[in-house]
């Protein structure tokens, strides 16, 4: 009826219509932000326990001509709610493995690992893992020297399970390993987890930011680090920013870490200088 509409007007407030809005003209700034190029990665240092760089996350990041930069936080949500995230997602894998060949060439940098973050969205395509064969073969990058971050999501779905599966497995056989992004704040059971072909846990930087004052993070941080441990998995922490953080963590046995502590993510003409340095710190 005529009142029902007029009432669905008044719930859709002139702010949602501005989100709207500035949601659409943003989905446009990507598309146009890919054709100009204005996408670029940065890369984060992985770190083993006893401080040797063992590898480093690209993270997207994207400067806007007239905005300047904008988060992923901002518009990564964006891109996967308009399918963005697939030729955004085909970007990074590219990118990446162009990266990661350079790296192979580089003595400062050939025993590298790098983690490329993968959407929900970009792994379900059916053709994933051959896309990633492509990216790698392109570039002639080393399969073994690549890790994939999924998320719990991936796992919600029981009917999904068995083509997760059959995709990381075909995947790995050929070295790529899989770091199982945010866990924690997910909803995986551990008999899924247990069927994963996972090469390791991340611990979200959630649990990592009151480690030391909130008794119950603490708890979890501890127990996801027994859990990788007794399924054969490795671990490592993201959002590490005091050295304390890292000494309780290691206290747990956990191997790798990430975070401010160590470095922001920063241009690749930043990072491989610092692999000739003994010491990041
Ligand atoms: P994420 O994958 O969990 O990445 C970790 C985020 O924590 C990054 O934010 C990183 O800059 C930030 N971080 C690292 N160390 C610290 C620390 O010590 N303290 C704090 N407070 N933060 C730290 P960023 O780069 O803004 O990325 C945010 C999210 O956007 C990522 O979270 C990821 O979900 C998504 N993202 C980034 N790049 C990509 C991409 O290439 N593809 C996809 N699908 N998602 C991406
Ligand atoms: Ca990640
Ligand atoms: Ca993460
Ligand atoms: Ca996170």
Redesign the pocket.
């Known amino acids: 009826s005529k009142a029902a509409g007029r009432n669905t007007w008044r719930f859709f407030s002139p702010e949602m219509q501005q989100r709207v809005l500035a949601h659409a003209a943003l989905a446009q700034d990507i598309r146009v932000g890919l054709q100009r190029g204005e996408f670029l990665?940065?890369y984060?240092l992985q770190m083993s326990a006893a401080d040797l760089v063992i590898g480093a996350?690209?993270?997207?990041?994207w400067q806007h001509p007239e905005r300047g930069g904008i988060?992923?936080?901002e518009f990564?949500p964006v891109a996967e709610d308009t399918g963005l995230?697939l030729p955004?997602?085909q970007w990074?894998l590219e990118s990446a493995c162009q990266e990661l060949a350079r790296w192979g060439q580089d003595s400062r940098s050939s025993h590298l690992t790098l983690a490329?973050?993968?959407?929900v969205m970009?792994f379900r395509q059916p053709d994933f893992a051959e896309r990633v064969e492509a990216a790698l073969k392109q570039h002639g990058a080393d399969p073994a020297r690549l890790k994939l971050?999924i998320?719990e999501s991936l796992l919600l779905d029981d009917d999904e399970m068995e083509d997760t599966i059959s995709k990381m497995t075909r995947l790995q056989a050929q070295g790529v390993s899989f770091s199982l992004?945010?866990f924690g704040t997910g909803y995986s059971s551990l008999a899924y987890l247990k069927k994963l072909p996972l090469d390791q846990l991340?611990i979200?930087?959630s649990f990592v930011?009151d480690l030391l004052t909130d008794p119950q993070d603490c708890d979890i941080a501890r127990t996801i680090i027994s859990l990788a441990q007794s399924m054969k998995l490795s671990v490592i922490a993201?959002?590490?920013?005091l050295p304390e953080q890292k000494q309780r963590l290691a206290d747990f046995g956990c191997m790798a870490y990430?975070?401010?502590?160590f470095g922001?993510?920063m241009p690749v003409e930043e990072l491989l200088p610092l692999l000739e340095a003994p010491r990041v710190r």
């Open positions: 990665l940065h984060q996350e690209a993270l997207l990041r988060s992923p936080g990564i995230i955004l997602g990074v490329v973050n993968i959407s970009q971050e998320t992004d945010d991340k979200d930087q930011r993201e959002g590490v920013e990430q975070g401010y502590l922001r993510p």
